[in-house]
């Protein structure tokens, strides 16, 4: 067991309470500010050779957010560790209740590459607050991320506490091997099944952040330029390599041909006539995420884009118009920047559409009529919604983000991470005195102690309501 | 596996017919099952007198009483539990609306355990129908007048198709567990537990498992020895010691051990009087097998009071073990029986450090005066859940979540906590289509002044 050596190291700082005062998270925390800080150039360039990312864009998702995550962790903590006292019922009212917010132990949390550092690091967050220790596994795919945190993260954080451990497949299998407290994974969902296999071994319960194609329903009632500009963003963004990018379009035949040129020009209006001399513009992590992407361009029709260059790992902003719910671009998660549209009769049809598929991560609404956003909230179901725009959902730390089904279990972001990294014991702290009010439970039974025993116990009905 | 196939099946397309999710109906269903209890209250305490030898007492005030009760709370809270939860915004979004929406999560497995057959599935089973699902029950067929008894009479109060009570043993189970679940709820041993998880993983199906562990129960020099020993006494031997929160062993200072078992015995005479055997208040073990398991803990051991056994009734007399040593078969496995060991430690630390070297139990108690100390094993240990001066008391609490961690379980229910537990909080940001401007800010081409 290659790790175990490491993991029994940290279960023995986790053992010994150092990771538990308030003052010791705090500081953690406050070197993975400084972290961001001082490393932002690194970060930006370390991204920017993985995948081509916009240094605009690796500002806002992997710096900015993060150090929201963090700021809103660090004005919180105090609240959210104290004991959470909790209403009593009779028979314990000179009781003292509470539910204790108790770290796990050891976490481990898996990143992918696509958000390297945001991936990790807002886990890690919730997970440091909580008062956990931590083994993070960075992707070996997003490989000068990886090197540039397996090789600076030590000097910010407690090595007794936390530690990068770095490889491939058969690394983290031997990874999953040994016992954690708790594991955080965020991947595709075939992956998932093999890490919660896994930690079902030591009955370890997981987050699972997955995904799913995530259906963007456009009514025939809308603003096409600003609905275009929106869905633009959202699926471009990193090159289409986001968990929560619209993944394709339903949208009526007339709806299709109205966006056409609306999508034309917001994609000219962000990247110019020709995306590949945009620095906003990003590339394809590997050769085989682009030969699997290159090979969906067959699908329907392409209306918008469609070029592509393998040297750079290039793929044009591309829409496919007519595609059919048959073509390959409809069977996977796209995870890239082609956005697919299927027509569809009426808003029923999406609707339909939507519910026979896997629930998505993340679902999409534009409508000025208020009323069909909500209806489409009400018939589906997903991870998140956002109504008349894209990915912004995740940017509100006081919503919780995560998957159902397919795309996820668990959630986090805000408080939700120092919750999913949280053991939340109950506890009732009794009164040794007070005896005699214990007598109607004990034995011999009596009628009369039952009795006792049902009026002090019931909880009962307030006036009923039947109409709510 | 086609029978589980088409039961799963139908109650997921009941569900899909979207007929449970109005509150109305969910509402209505859980009247139903108020009425189920209350008119057949006689044979529900005549199943649980057959499978365990539960007195009516027991039986009403462990099963009954508290599932009344969760009944007349759900109920009455139900409405704003379901409620959307708006969120605090920040700037980008003070016009728009940010909210969490309760939503059900579908079909939910419901998986009973035999130690308390009727309250470990009406508890859960009400949570999942709050939460607007469909359940698929699986009471345990250990405890057989129950599951016949759940089996007859959920179909008669509820919707059947959404609500169908599947029996069966091992294969059965094994059959259900292959179908797809979108949440997953299993009491009992951390054996199964594994398997359950494991079965999940194939559908990504979120689990609570409420397992079991050996709680703790450590009692401080300094307490009220006659009030500590009448709880403990009260919390293990109840049900014949067959309780998941039950104080499974005792950590003491030795001076105090002689004491400790005078007091219980004392106690143990007033309880069941001079023959235990002929209490009608004293339960059996549930069958032979658990029967021999528990007697066979009993081997090499010191009695202190007790170790009588009658294999033709599964009687095991409330039992006392003295200077056992953490060697011991009998304090290797969760005990479940009435057989309580006493492990002498020289101090709190001794006793923190015994425990923290163990599996994470479900429920951990601590009897002392000094309110620091309970403070200080609290904080230095951890379990599923804690009574302090008490044992057994904080499930009867339903603000309290109540589940375990480690080897003692995932997730938590009881109250709210089981709604939370069978609902999806689904993120729901909704902006308007115009105010665009603001949006100019975040689209491309980016410049340092935009960042």
């Not at chain 1, 963003?233 to 056409?260: H, S, V």
């Not at chain 1, 029923?348 to 999409?364: K, S």
């Amino acid at each position: 067991n290659p790790y175990g050596g490491l993991v029994s190291h940290l279960r023995a700082s986790w053992l010994s309470g150092k990771t538990r005062p308030m003052e010791y998270r705090v500081a953690q925390l406050e070197a993975l500010g400084r972290f961001l800080d001082d490393k932002k150039q690194e970060i930006l360039e370390a991204t920017e050779l993985d995948m081509g990312k916009p240094s605009f864009e690796a500002f806002f998702s992997e710096i900015l957010l993060c150090k929201n995550e963090l700021n809103v962790t660090l004005n919180n903590l105090c609240n959210w560790m104290k004991d959470e006292h909790v209403d009593k019922n009779l028979v314990m009212q000179l009781d003292s209740a509470f539910i204790r917010k108790d770290p796990y132990g050891v976490v481990l949390i898996i990143a992918p590459w696509n958000y390297p550092i945001h991936l990790f690091l807002v886990p890690l967050i919730g997970a440091i607050a909580a008062g956990n220790c931590a083994i993070i596994k960075p992707s070996e795919i997003s490989k000068n991320t990886e090197r540039l945190v397996a090789e600076t993260l030590s000097c910010y954080l407690d090595s007794d506490c936390f530690a990068v451990v770095t490889g491939g497949v058969p690394e983290t299998t031997r990874l999953l091997e040994n016992k954690f407290d708790y594991i955080f994974f965020t991947g595709s969902p075939s992956v998932g099944r093999i890490v919660m296999t896994a930690a079902a071994k030591h009955l370890t319960p997981v987050t699972l952040e997955l995904g799913g194609k995530n259906p963007c329903y456009v009514s025939d009632t809308c603003d096409v330029t600003n609905v275009a500009r929106r869905v633009a963003w959202g699926r471009f963004f990193n090159a289409g390599q986001t968990c929560i990018a619209p993944d394709y379009l339903l949208c009526t035949i007339e709806m299709q041909e109205k966006l056409m040129p609306a999508l034309r020009e917001a994609i000219t209006e962000f990247f110019g006539p020709n995306p590949r001399e945009s620095p906003d513009f990003g590339r394809i992590v590997s050769d085989k995420q682009f030969r699997r992407l290159r090979a969906l361009l067959g699908s329907g029709r392409v209306a918008l884009g469609g070029q592509t260059d393998e040297a750079e790992r290039y793929i044009a902003p591309t829409v496919l118009a007519d595609v059919q719910p048959s073509d390959p671009a409809m069977q996977e998660e796209i995870f890239g920047p082609i956005l697919p549209i299927v027509v569809i009769a009426n808003m029923d049809e999406a609707i339909d559409f939507i519910n026979a598929r896997p629930r998505p991560l993340a679902l999409y609404a534009f409508s000025c009529d208020s009323k069909i956003v909500n209806q489409v909230l009400e018939r589906t179901s997903s991870g998140g919604f956002c109504g008349n725009d894209t990915l912004m959902h995740v940017t509100l730390t006081s919503l919780p983000f995560g998957g159902i089904g397919n795309s996820g279990l668990g959630k986090y972001h805000g408080k939700f991470t120092f919750d999913t990294f949280t053991h939340h014991r109950g506890c009732l702290h009794r009164n040794m005195g007070l005896e005699t009010l214990n007598s109607p439970r004990y034995p011999p039974y009596t009628q009369q102690k039952l009795g006792l025993l049902t009026t002090t116990f019931e909880v009962k009905r307030r006036g009923t309501c039947t109409l709510l | 596996m086609e029978r589980m196939q088409q039961i799963v099946g139908r109650a997921r397309a009941a569900f899909k017919s979207g007929r449970s999710r109005p509150l109305e109906f969910r509402i209505q269903q859980l009247k139903a099952l108020e009425r189920m209890v209350q008119e057949k209250e006689k044979e529900i305490l005549a199943a649980l007198k057959a499978d365990l030898n539960k007195c009516g007492h027991n039986a009403y005030s462990h099963e009954i009483l508290g599932v009344l009760g969760e009944l007349a709370l759900t109920m009455d809270k139900l409405p704003s539990w379901a409620a959307p939860q708006h969120v605090k915004k920040n700037l980008l979004t003070m016009r728009d609306e940010a909210f969490i929406n309760y939503e059900p999560l579908g079909v939910v497995l419901v998986i009973g355990a035999w130690n308390y057959p009727f309250v470990l599935v009406m508890q859960p089973l009400i949570g999942a129908i709050a939460a607007g699902n469909a359940v698929v029950v699986k009471p345990s067929e250990v405890s057989e007048n129950t599951a016949r008894v759940l089996a007859e009479l959920l179909p008669q109060y509820l919707d059947k198709e959404l609500y169908p009570v599947v029996t069966g043993g091992v294969p059965e189970t094994t059959d259900l567990l292959t179908q797809r679940f979108d949440h997953i709820l299993y009491t009992g041993n951390t054996a199964v537990g594994k398997i359950v998880m494991a079965a999940a993983a194939k559908h990504l199906t979120p689990v609570t498992l409420e397992l079991g562990g050996k709680s703790p129960c450590y009692i401080d020099r300094d307490c009220d020895l006659a009030v500590a020993c009448r709880r403990i006494t009260w919390g293990k031997y109840m049900n014949c010691g067959q309780t998941c929160i039950a104080p499974d062993y005792i950590l003491c200072h030795p001076s105090i051990q002689d004491k400790v078992v005078e007091n219980i015995k004392e106690t143990l005479k007033e309880f069941y009087g001079e023959d235990v055997k002929s209490s009608p208040d004293y339960e059996r073990i549930i069958n032979q097998r658990h029967f021999k398991r528990v007697k066979s803990l009993l081997e090499g051991q010191k009695i202190a009071h007790g170790g009588e056994t009658d294999e033709a009734s599964c009687f095991i007399a409330p039992t006392i073990l003295t200077d056992v040593s953490p060697e011991s078969k009998v304090m290797e496995e969760e005990i479940f029986g009435p057989v309580l060991p006493i492990v002498t430690v020289k101090s709190v630390e001794e006793a923190i450090e015994f425990i923290n070297l163990r599996e994470k139990p479900l429920a951990l108690y601590v009897f002392s005066n000094n309110k620091e100390l309970i403070k200080r094993v609290i904080s230095q240990t951890s379990s599923g859940g804690v009574t302090g001066n008490d044992v057994i008391m904080h499930f009867f609490l339903s603000t309290l979540p109540f589940g375990g961690v480690g080897h003692s379980g995932m997730g938590a229910y009881h109250g709210k906590h089981s709604f939370e537990t069978f609902s999806h909080r689904r993120a729901c940001l909704i902006k308007d289509l115009k105010m665009e401007s603001t949006n100019k800010m975040r689209y491309p081409p980016g410049s340092q002044k935009k960042v």
